[in-house]
């Protein structure tokens, strides 16, 4: 479903992808994992057309989408849940979800997708008219993740979704990432929580300063020392 090949993402005069390449297949979830400033959110933001590449080509759903304005990949059925949730904080939550659901002409579908987000995330529905602002971090990833859905995406791309939240809250999040999963939804996922991107993945990919050093099955990968090293905290 999703192609990267050779793509390269500079900053100025830092290269911080490295002629990359990686696959993800409809229904598959696959981490990028790496250590703070390794590439992978300008991997991600790369594909969702918040960057552009130096070079390189990104193929979605067999069309060629290198250098595609964002707005059109979220047309496509390509949707990020961005860093840090970015969510709008001076609407209510219903408000926010309503906002992801702006490519959705399909009245009867954004319904649908409402009601499943609210049972996905019960709180939510209980904030429905409360200021987004107000929520606290857990709920806030809920809603982000609920307002990209709203869209009825084809692949989600997560962006440190687990960043700056206490281990119950992050438990929570993985749990709604482990259902969407079961459901089949493409999921590339970037994350610094090593442990719980590879229980969660069927594949990962390991990144290190621009590069993909090892790639495998995430139930090959979470037994393999160098990584159990790097990002494991040793034997688990």
């Known amino acids: 479903m999703l192609k990267i090949k050779d793509l390269v993402v500079k900053y100025g005069g830092i290269t911080a992808v490295k002629e990359i390449s990686l696959e993800i297949g409809a229904g598959e979830t696959v981490a990028l994992i790496g250590a703070n400033g390794a590439g992978k959110s300008s991997t991600l933001n ?11 080509t990104i193929t979605f759903d067999d069309k060629n989408i290198t250098g595609i304005s964002p707005d059109r990949i979220v047309e496509m059925g390509l949707v990020q849940v961005p860093e840090g949730r970015q969510i709008f904080t001076r609407l209510t939550v219903e408000e926010n979800l309503r906002m992801g ?9 954004v319904e649908r997708n409402r009601e499943r987000v609210l049972s996905l995330f019960p709180i939510l529905k209980e904030r429905a008219r409360q200021s987004a602002g107000t929520l606290s971090g857990g709920e806030q990833q809920m809603l982000a993740i609920g307002r990209a859905l709203m869209s009825s995406p084809k692949m989600l791309l997560l962006d440190e979704p687990s960043m700056g939240l206490s281990p119950i809250m992050t438990q929570e999040v993985f749990r709604v990432l482990r259902s969407l ?3 089949n939804i493409t999921v590339f996922i970037v994350e610094q929580n090593a442990y719980e991107a590879l229980e969660l993945a069927d594949r990962a990919y ?17 037994h393999d020392e160098r990584v159990k090293d790097a990002y494991l905290g040793g034997d688990i």
């Open 46 to 56: 790369a594909v969702s057309g918040l960057l552009r590449c130096a070079s390189g």
């Open 101 to 109: 659901a702006f490519v959705n002409r399909d009245k009867a579908d």
């Open 206 to 222: 390991i990144m290190e300063t621009g590069n993909i050093t090892l790639e495998g099955r995430s139930s090959d990968l979470i």
């Open 181 to 183: 999963k079961d459901e």
